[in-house]
């Protein structure tokens, strides 16, 4: 008997996939021999997270060739060096081109070993076990892999579906508060793109969410499991839908850009952009300040910031956010909210509202 909660399917014709939510399932070995048909897997972790929950998994994949390799945490170690080491032991193992690449980790570890996975041999099976909140409702599903480059984030990557993505709520007792915040921040983005009313969902249980009430916990991951889903059946490759994923990041990355890698939290970089986005999409009358408010405090009881920080200016902002890679024909594209639950991509607005918004956003307004 599995533990298995809830399965999301991901629709995409010969690329679709499950998406396994439930608690207990890093233990589960019936659902490894079921779902996982590979013999020979590698499975890539970090130091962090390999003494939680490395011997755990190793015990349910059960009887077969099992290789691991630990790499350091850190975003400042999303590197193509750093990746080499999985490449080194794919090699060193003799793995073929029937093996599985298995990610247990967060993101920086989920988005390295699916690189490594999409590029190894040109291609192998992956398999994602996501151990952070965030990497749960987000970085684990929807097949965007790749690592950092000096120059920028995520620069260099491929697209690659998992075959599986195996979430266990109970990985979530052990990550620290701010990580767990940072993930809500995700959880709080697709109630504001595409449901109003978990968006309400989440105001009235967020308590038991930082809590870490197990079926709260699972409601969320569940249904933002399923707008992601839908989203990325939608537009796999980011020609139009996917990219309301990005809300407030735009923002965000010019956040994270300016305090180098890891000094700001990814999520904690979006909420403070998804603050932005807000007050924009209301600058352009889309939103009235009740609105705004109204998800700014969202924001907050989420543990989560509405600022940028102190030290940015508008005119860091405009630059960091001019670079980034969703910049069209010079346009910078925004995400922004026609209302709440209802996001639209837009160049087509006047320069003059985005350097008003950023000012009126910065702590000090007169930056
Ligand atoms: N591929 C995508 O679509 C996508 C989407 C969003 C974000 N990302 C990427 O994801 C990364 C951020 O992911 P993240 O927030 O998971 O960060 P992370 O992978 O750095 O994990 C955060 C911290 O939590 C630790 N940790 C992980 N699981 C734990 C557990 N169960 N108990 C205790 N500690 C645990 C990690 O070791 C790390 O120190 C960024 O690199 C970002 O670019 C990718
Ligand atoms: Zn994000």
Request: charged share 20%.
């Given at each position: 008997?599995?533990?298995?909660?809830?399965?999301?399917?991901?629709?995409?014709?010969?690329?679709?996939?499950?998406?396994?939510?439930?608690?207990?399932?890093?233990?589960?070995?019936?659902?490894?021999?079921?779902?996982?048909?590979?013999?020979?897997?590698?499975?890539?972790?970090?130091?962090?997270v390999a003494p939680l929950y490395l011997d755990t998994l190793k015990t349910a994949l059960g009887?077969?060739?099992v290789e691991q390799v630990v790499l350091p945490d850190g975003e400042q170690h999303k590197t193509m060096e750093v990746m080499n080491r999985i490449f080194d032991t794919l090699m060193n193992g003799r793995f073929g081109r029937d093996c599985c690449v298995?990610?247990?980790?967060?993101?920086?570890?989920?988005d390295m070993a699916g690189f490594a996975a999409a590029s190894y041999q040109r291609g192998v099976a992956f398999v994602q076990v996501p151990t952070t909140l965030l990497a749960q409702v987000d970085s684990s599903v929807g097949g965007k892999t790749g690592v950092n480059h000096a120059l920028g984030k995520n620069m260099i990557g491929a697209f690659h579906q998992p075959t599986?993505?195996?979430?266990?709520?109970?990985?979530?007792?052990?990550?620290?508060?701010?990580?767990?915040?940072?993930?809500l921040a995700e959880i709080i983005k697709y109630g504001f793109i595409r449901d109003a009313d978990f968006l309400q969902w989440l105001e009235e249980n967020m308590s038991s969410l930082l809590a870490r009430s197990k079926p709260e916990l699972t409601h969320a991951i569940k249904r933002s499991c399923?707008?992601?889903?839908?989203?990325?059946?939608?537009?796999?490759?980011?020609?139009?839908?996917?990219?309301?994923?990005?809300?407030?990041?735009?923002?965000?990355?010019?956040?994270?850009?300016?305090?180098?890698?890891?000094?700001?939290?990814?999520?904690?970089?979006?909420?403070?952009?998804m603050s932005m986005a807000l007050t924009m999409s209301a600058r352009l009358g889309w939103l009235d300040n009740t609105e705004v408010a109204r998800g700014l405090a969202i924001i907050r009881s989420a543990n989560l910031p509405v600022?940028?920080?102190?030290?940015?200016?508008?005119?860091?902002?405009?630059e960091l956010m001019s670079r980034d890679k969703k910049v069209r024909e010079g346009r910078i594209r925004l995400v922004l909210l026609k209302a709440i639950g209802d996001a639209i991509v837009s160049t087509d607005y006047d320069d003059n509202h985005l350097s008003a918004t950023i000012k009126q956003c910065l702590p000090d307004h007169t930056a």
């Open positions: 008997m599995s533990n298995i909660d809830h399965t999301v399917n991901i629709d995409l014709q010969e690329r679709s996939y499950p998406i396994l939510i439930g608690s207990g399932l890093l233990a589960d070995a019936s659902l490894f021999s079921d779902k996982l048909p590979y013999r020979h897997i590698l499975v890539v972790s970090n130091e962090t009887n077969r060739l298995l990610a247990l980790g967060g993101g920086v570890v989920g599986a993505v195996v979430i266990d709520s109970d990985a979530l007792q052990t990550l620290p508060d701010r990580e767990l915040s940072a993930g399923e707008i992601k889903a839908e989203i990325v059946a939608a537009d796999e490759y980011e020609h139009g839908v996917r990219a309301y994923l990005n809300f407030g990041h735009t923002f965000g990355h010019a956040i994270e850009t300016s305090q180098g890698y890891g000094n700001w939290l990814h999520g904690e970089a979006v909420a403070a952009g600022e940028p920080p102190p030290e940015m200016t508008t005119d860091t902002f405009l």
